[in-house]
């Protein structure tokens, strides 16, 4: 049992570059997040999922796409890479809202990206 | 706008201090309030509170939380270096996606 994984773990990327961040998670979670974490302003959702086929905007979405064409993964794509978009990205997953007691969000280890 | 705030942002202490991190929140459709520690990576979560007045302990660890003050508390006794961390609040909202908001963070640093 992995847990959540991230690939990569580290990037760098100049601007106007694009790439896709992978989230992957075994626990049969319904539910997954990508957040950003930037010093001095916590974590951030850019794009959530509440399901296979499914995604919404989160706090911050603007220059992120995702998609969630199966269950145990969930894709982050920057299309046209920015310096603004040097960050630290999390993905996270959880079980289902209707499941009490079962809230806890399990995070990734963290994807480190540069963008020059 | 929803809004999680924590205080102290850092605290330095020494080993063996007992610390309180505090966070308040103004939050609509409030569900559960969620306390994690991160170590640089990852968080990790520590704990879970939907109830007032009613404390969560793990070890030197615990926190309460206030659904009429909105507030939480986390208190670490007799710290260890191996406390130093990030800690973060976040609140669950009852609407689709079940959303958190966090907070900033308390960078908690404990000196041997």
């Known amino acids: 049992n992995a847990g959540v994984t991230q690939t990569p773990k580290f990037r760098v990327l100049k601007t106007g570059q694009s790439m896709t961040l992978l989230c992957a998670q075994d626990?049969?979670?319904?539910?997954m997040y990508w957040y950003r974490q930037d010093p001095g302003m916590g974590l951030r959702l850019i794009h959530y999922?509440?399901?296979?086929?499914?995604?919404a905007k989160g706090e911050v979405p603007d220059g992120y796409n995702v998609s969630r064409l199966k269950k145990q993964n969930f894709l982050l794509g920057l299309e046209s890479a920015a310096p603004s978009q040097t960050s630290v990205y999390f993905c996270a997953s959880r079980h289902s809202f209707w499941d009490r007691g079962r809230e806890t969000q399990y995070f990734g280890p963290g994807t480190r990206l540069l963008v020059l | 706008e929803d809004k999680v705030v924590q205080s102290p942002l850092s605290l330095v202490v020494h080993e063996g201090d007992t610390v309180t991190l505090n966070c308040s929140y103004e939050v609509t459709n409030f569900r559960s309030l969620l306390w994690y520690k991160q170590e640089k990576k990852a968080p990790t979560f520590l704990f879970m509170l939907?109830?007032?007045?009613i404390e969560k302990k793990s070890g030197r660890l615990s926190s309460i939380l206030d659904k009429k003050e909105l507030f939480s508390i986390l208190n670490i006794t007799a710290t260890q270096t191996g406390d130093s961390a990030v800690y973060l609040c976040a609140v669950v909202k009852e609407t689709s996606g079940s959303r958190l908001t966090f907070g900033e963070g308390t960078q908690l640093t404990v000196n041997p």
């Open positions: 999922s509440v399901g296979e086929g499914t995604t």
């Open positions: 626990m049969n979670h319904e539910y």
């Open positions: 939907t109830s007032s007045g």
